[in-house]
């Protein structure tokens, strides 16, 4: 059964740089896309931005661009996402999911259960 | 970018009764939707995507319709474990994948 572990909780100061990890087991690491997303508290979900693992391609949501950095090591299975340059507003839980086989089917069955980064 | 609009942004329903959520786009998204459910505390869950197929072990008392603008989710008879808050998602114009803000879904 495809198992989605994300890494654990993180507090950071102001500026610094974040970095969640997602370990996928399964299934074929390098057949579906990661997808980063995050939820403020009390709101919804953004998407951030997502990787095609086989080749490294990445995607990002416009208002992350330069901050965020999706990265993937096909040796073990695991999608990483480092944002930078924290701000108090970052504060949000992180989910991976993992995405379609094909890109324009992109919804998400499998979730990690997010991880909590408090940014104070 | 595309943008979602759910409505209402609270349900109040009763057990046993519908509850029916809306979903707006600001253009047509084909079929292009999918529905998640999400408990305090817990990932989201999907229930519906291309609209109206069910996800794997979703109930049959979910059933989502609608394309282009217009969509809705329907539980027929809600139960007290449907207690969430509902997002709609579109997958037709991408980067970026976006949601709609929620409709929480509360018992009466």
């Known amino acids: 059964q495809v198992q989605v572990v994300q890494s654990g909780a993180e507090v950071k100061k102001p500026g610094a740089s974040v970095k969640v990890s997602c370990k996928t087991s399964g299934y074929t690491f390098t057949d579906y896309y990661i997808h980063w997303l995050r939820q403020a508290p009390g709101q919804g979900l953004e998407w951030m931005g997502s990787i095609n693992p086989r080749g490294g391609d990445t995607k990002y949501l416009q208002k992350f661009q330069g901050r965020v950095t999706v990265t993937r090591d096909t040796s073990i299975s695991t999608a990483y996402m480092e944002l930078s340059s924290l701000r108090s507003d970052d504060t949000a839980t992180y989910f991976c999911?993992?995405?379609?086989?094909?890109?324009?089917?992109?919804?998400?069955?499998?979730w990690g259960l997010g991880t909590l980064v408090t940014v104070s | 970018e595309i943008v979602l609009t759910q409505s209402p942004a609270t349900l109040s329903v009763s057990p046993g009764e519908r509850a029916t959520l809306s979903c707006r786009a600001t253009?047509?998204?084909?079929?292009?939707l999918a529905w998640y459910q999400q408990k305090p505390g817990q990932a989201p869950r999907l229930l519906i995507y291309g609209a109206s197929t069910r996800a794997t072990g979703i109930p049959a008392r979910f059933s989502g319709s609608g394309s282009g603008t217009e969509f809705t989710l329907t539980i027929s008879s809600l139960q007290s474990e449907d207690s969430a808050v509902y997002y709609c998602q579109q997958y037709d114009n991408w980067p970026p994948w976006t949601f709609g803000q929620g409709t929480k879904v509360e018992i009466k």
């Open positions: 999911a993992r995405g379609g086989l094909n890109i324009w089917e992109t919804y998400f069955k499998n």
């Open positions: 253009q047509s998204i084909s079929n292009n």
